[in-house]
C-alpha cells in the first residue's frame, strides 16, 4: 500500500460559501414558487422552480459533508466506496467527494500513551438512559495524529538468562509516517505496536543477566562480557528499540526511542537478592579492610626493623601481627591490655 498525499483539495472555504449561496438561492426560489402558484396558478416553469428548489433544501445538506478540518500534525485517510482515494496531511480546511468516508482503525483504542484522552478531539458523548442504566454513545475521530507519541505499557515479569524473575518496563516514543501501511496493512496499528513492544522485551531480557555474572555472552558472539540489564540500560534500549522497529516498519510506524523506566526483581525473590548483594558488598568491604590492615602491619615491621627499635622474635611477631590485625579489622573500638610483666 503507497500513500497518496492530496494536496489540491485546500478550498472548503470556498465550497463552503457555494453551498451557502446555493441554500440562499434555493430558498428564494422556493418561496418566489410558491407564490406565484398561488397567483398565477401550477404553471410548468413555476412547478419545476418550486420541486428544484424543494429538493435542494431537503439535499443540499450532503455537500456539508465533504467540509474536512485538518490541525498541525494531523491527517485524514478517505476512501471513497471502498477504494483508497488518499490522505490529507496538511493543516487547513478541505472540500473532498461528500461520499468519502475516513479510516483509522485505532480510533476508539485507549492505550497507556499521550494523546489518548477519552473524550478527546472533536469527539462527543450523548447519554441515554434506559433499563436502570445508562449507554454512551460517542462519535470517534477519525483523525490519526502524526505528532511524536509515547507507549508506556505495563510492567512485565520476565526471567533474566539467569532464570531470575524481574519486573521491568519501557517508554517507547513513536509516530506514524505511513498513514496507509497504518490504517491498511494492520488491524489495528495502536494494538499492533503495543504487542511488539511486549515481545521485544521479553525477547531482549531474556539475554541479559539482572546484574553482571561471569560467562555469559550477552551479544552472541561466542566471548563472555559484563552486559547486565543494570549496568548496560542503554545498550539494552537500543536493542529494544531496533527489535521493535523492524516489526512494526510494514505498520508505518518509526520507532523514535526506547527507554527502561523501571527495572527491579520480581517480590518473590527481592529480599533474597537483597540479602546476596548485602553479603556480597560485606564480603568486599571485609576484603578491603584485610588488604588494607595486611598491608599496615607489613609496614610497621618493616619500619621497626629498619629503625632497630626493638629485636623482635617470630613468636613475638606472630603476638604482634595478631594483636594488629585484631585491632584493625574490629568491628569496635579496640580496648587495649597494658602488659606490665614479660611476655614468658
Known sequence: MKEIVLKNKKNGLAALCLIILLYLAAAALTIYAGISVEETGAAVWNMILLIAGGIWLCVGWIPLCGLKILRPQEALVLTLFGKYIGTLKEEGYYYVNPFCSAVNPAAATKLRQSGDVAGGGSGFAIAMEGAGKAEVATAVDKRISLKIMTLNNNRQKINDCLGNPVEIGIAVMWRVTDTAKAAFNVDNYKEYLSLQCDSALRNVVRLYPYDVAPNVDTTGDGVADDGSLRGSSEIVAARIRD???????????????????????????????????????????????????????????????????????????????????????????????????SLY
Do not use: H
Open 243 to 341: 527489535e521493535i522497529q523492524q516489526k512494526v516498519s510494514d505498520a508505518g510506524i518509526e520507532v523514535l526511542e526506547a527507554r527502561i523506566t523501571y527495572l527491579a526483581y520480581a517480590p518473590e525473590i527481592a529480599a533474597v537478592m537483597l540479602q546476596r548483594q548485602q553479603a556480597s558488598a560485606i564480603v568486599d568491604a571485609r576484603k578491603m579492610i584485610v588488604d588494607g590492615a595486611v598491608g599496615m602491619v607489613e609496614m610497621a615491621l618493616d619500619r621497626l626493623n629498619e629503625r632497630q627499635v626493638v629485636e623482635l622474635d617470630e613468636e613475638r611477631k606472630a603476638a604482634m601481627v595478631s594483636n594488629l590485625l585484631v585491632v584493625l579489622c574490629g568491628n569496635r573500638d579496640a580496648q587495649p591490655v597494658v602488659n606490665s610483666g
